[in-house]
């Protein structure tokens, strides 16, 4: 507490009392628990990569969104929030419901129906070995550089929270997300993510409601950013306050000054390309699913998933909207100081809004939690990232293209050892990130177009019999390099690289580059598929609409199971909540 | 394929005296983690620093233990009605003839 006083002078951001520390080493212990006792029930590369298929949706629903919960995901989405406002909701409501929806009505039948053991396989049984290898590649590269990013934010946040150096508490956490993924597999990986939920629930909870209460309430929070806009001098180009209390037209996440270009560039750069591209394609999300004990389980994972989902706004972003009016040091940021200080002890960033809203407002007690559940969030992203990459790496490039024929045993031991390089090769990425953080992001943005053509391919493939392998992977191909000129020609989306010919930056230079690999690919692949050779019709059962039974996609059980516990009502009532919760913002 | 065990058991399922996950069932897993931080925040709310100054004259820690403690025995009481059964055979995943061939040991399972 006497540390309190002098804050920015003090060794760490937060003082931990010993209280704290053992609310943060008893979740170590149910952590590391959990791993052991996972371990127990691997007995074959199936129950390790797959968790046997044997998990309930609630599980697998919880886990789908947590292992998106990740540094990035927290720390990111409330310094959005501290910035930009409400309409930083839209990469819940619309950047990812109806993407998650539309992955369990319509392409969660074929993935798990066709029994493909990741996303990349399914690429090769409907495109083969040029598709597949780009899917997987890139991928698999994706995965390694991202868990490094949320291993350096892991590292960095420790460091700042409670003064270890940045390579103890780098070597300290790695060693943790790689002792009980490597003993339990998917199964520790995925217990683990249900409990870091109601960890994080617990910890950034009260720290909204203490928030609230601190500011007068959801009036006195809307009263104060309207008198901090009028108040901030024009240089510091605080959004006005109109813009920061409603999500529509959202013009100061697009970047686009036109209300109406702003709504265009959401719902189709943002809800459609780019979160299609992530949510529905993206194997550490369809992973999670693929790990339940039935098809309607597996399509309901990502539609009970998106009930918490719509509701972690108000937990990660109404924080960042507090500490922009509460705390001092973001206050000062916003207006257009610069503030000394920070995680990164360079100054106070936007990302730094959530540990200084504990800072002020949480006693020691429910500190301890919030750290447990910070920490609980990054672990949750880098296992996720790690666990994907493991079955990637091992089913999809060893197995198929280095040692064909081998024991389960084998491609078992391949797995685990799969883990431990991850990991290694995630610290190192961890270390060149705390020296080059600028290239990281670009990298991470780089990454992010691999993702906008595929949703394109997959969903062309799958209601079009006659596309064909080549104009898979040339679709995929020529897309990804389409964002990446776009990108190129941007004001900023690869930094000072751009050469600025096209007047769009921030969110808006995305969207426009992720919708232009879309159209892209639509357009080649069709071009190309009708002067290439398709598949024999007969390969494609399970993997084309057309060509698949009915049956094959649908749990006839499911008639069972009471109304509420059907896939095609619950998905409704998602999308009727998740409309409402537009109109009230 | 006849994989299609709805996804949590029938009230019949358990008393057919098939073995149900026990110990090893999530929920447990989380109840006794939020119990015991309910439990610290409680003692810490009656006991500690309260540091009324930072949360604006409330008691945070004790409310957030009593809140921590309700979802604790939710979690109990949840897994104590309802326990997962573990299936007595699970049907092994088909070898494909479009992938490398995994050899599956025989017996696994």
Redesign the interface.
Known sequence: ?QAMAGAPAADTLISANA?DY??IA??FV?VL??GV??R??V????DFFLS???L??W?TGLAFISANLGAVEIMGMSANGAELGISTVHYFWVGAIPAMLFLGVVMMPFYYGS?VRSVP?FM??RFGTGAHLVNALSFALAQLLIAGVNLYLLGSIVHALLGWPLWVALLVAAAIVLSYITLGGLSAAI?NE??QF??IV?ALL?LTL?GL??VGGYQGLRDKITEFAGSAPASAAVPPADQQLQSWPGEALSGFTSPFWSVVGIVFGLGFVLSFGYWTTNFVEVQRAMA???I??AR?TPIIGSFPKMFVPFIVILPGMIAAVLVKEIGELKAGGTPPGGASGEGVKYNDSLLLLMR???????LG?AIAGLLAAFMAGMAANISAFNTVFSYDLW??YIR??????Y?LRIGRLATVGATVIAIFTAIVASSFSNVMDYLQTLFGFFNAPLFATFILGMFWKRMTPTAGWVGLSAGTLSAVVVAFLSKDAFGSVSRGVIPLEGQGAAFVAASAAFVVDIVLSVVVSLVTQPKPVSELRGLVYSETPRKDLV???EH??PWY?RTLPLAGISLVLVTILNFLF | ?S??????PAPDAARSGRHTAG??D?RN??G???G??GV??TL??LL????LD???G?N??L???IG?LV?SAVFIVWARLKP?VV?DD?EP??D?P????????PG??
């Open positions: 507490m209280v053992l609310i008893l979740y149910f628990g959990i006792m996972a127990r029930a007995s074959d590369s199936i046997g298929r044997s309930p949706a599980v029994k396989e090769f049984r217990y249900v409990l109601f960890v617990a009260p203490i209460h601190r339940s004990n039935s309607s389980a309901k002020d407002v949480l006693p020691n007690g429910l939690v197995q198929r064909k024929d081998h024991s389960d045993d491609y749990d006839p059980m069972r199971l516990r | 394929m994989q299609h065990e709805i996804d949590a110990a090893f999530i897993f989380i006794a983690l939020l015991l931080y610290i925040l810490m709310g500690g620093d309260k540091a930072k949360t604006g409330v945070a820690n409310y957030a233990g921590l979802v997962i299936p699970v995943v088909q494909d479009t992938r490398p061939a995994p050899k599956r040991r696994s399972h």
